[in-house]
């Protein structure tokens, strides 16, 4: 069974910093892109970053030079750190895996809250 474990999340204030860390257990991590969504009060789930087991990286314009996505694969472990955070990154933010091997195979974690105030 798989599961993802987010942490990180919290109140910070605009301007300022956050780091995401999601724990995977159950699969085989170095074979999953790993990603970072995230939804916002009545708007719908959208990805913010992802990375690919080789390493590559795709970011949402809005977030690109602000947000960093990187894994470590010795730890199962997928972060995304966050600078310069606007009241708009206000989300539930939520690890998702999907095996680049298995089509449709994919998961997703409980999701954390990130709070930016101004």
């Known amino acids: 069974q798989v599961q993802l474990v987010e942490s990180g999340g919290g109140l910070v204030q605009a301007g300022g910093s956050l780091r995401l860390s999601c724990i995977a257990s159950?699969?085989?991590?170095?074979?999953?892109?790993m990603g970072w969504y995230r939804q916002a009060p009545g708007k719908h789930r959208e990805l913010v970053a992802r990375?690919?087991?080789?390493?590559?990286?795709n970011y949402e314009d809005d977030v690109s030079g602000r947000f960093t996505i990187y894994r470590r694969d010795d730890k199962n472990t997928v972060y995304q750190q966050m600078n310069s955070l606007k009241d708009e990154d206000t989300a539930v933010y939520y690890c998702h895996a999907e095996r680049q091997d298995i089509e449709g195979l994919e998961e997703w974690g409980q999701g954390t809250l990130v709070t930016v105030s101004s």
């Open positions: 990375i690919t087991p080789a390493g590559t990286r």
């Open positions: 159950g699969t085989i991590f170095v074979k999953n892109i």
